[in-house]
């Protein structure tokens, strides 16, 4: 079992940078690999960005590609999103999940936290 607990959300000017935490806790968490998603109003659950414990390989989805970045603290059991540049279509609740590989589709990951706002004003 793995719990997911995301902070770090609020409201941000076009422009503006938010940092995202995820801190996850359980026995095998190193086993996991852990992506952000975000899903706005109306829309399905989209994939942004996924990292592997094991090797910090990463995927990055187009849309964030050169303004997100994310990381990982393994003695903390955290992942971290750093957002730049944002844009007011990032307004989203962003979840972090743990999967066993690294997929687009949100259906494949196993645990999820129950996410935190990100609101960009234009």
């Known amino acids: 079992q793995v719990q997911l607990v995301e902070s770090g959300g609020g409201l941000v000017q076009a422009g503006g940078s938010l940092r995202l935490s995820c801190a996850a806790s359980?026995?095998?968490?190193?086993?996991?690999?852990m992506a952000w998603f975000r899903q706005a109003p109306g829309k399905e659950r989209e994939f942004v960005v996924g990292?592997?414990?094991?090797?910090?390989?990463?995927h990055y989805a187009d849309s964030v590609k050169g303004r997100f970045t994310v990381s990982r603290d393994t003695a903390k059991n955290t992942v971290y999103l750093q957002m730049n540049s944002l844009k007011p279509e990032d307004t989203a609740v962003y979840y972090c999940?743990?999967?066993?590989?690294?997929?687009?589709?949100?259906?494949?990951?196993?645990?999820w936290g129950r996410g935190t706002q990100v609101t960009v004003s234009s």
């Open positions: 999940g743990a999967g066993l590989a690294i997929t687009s589709s949100p259906h494949l990951w196993d645990y």
């Open positions: 359980g026995r095998t968490v190193s086993r996991y690999a």
């Open positions: 990292i592997r414990w094991t090797d910090g390989i990463t």
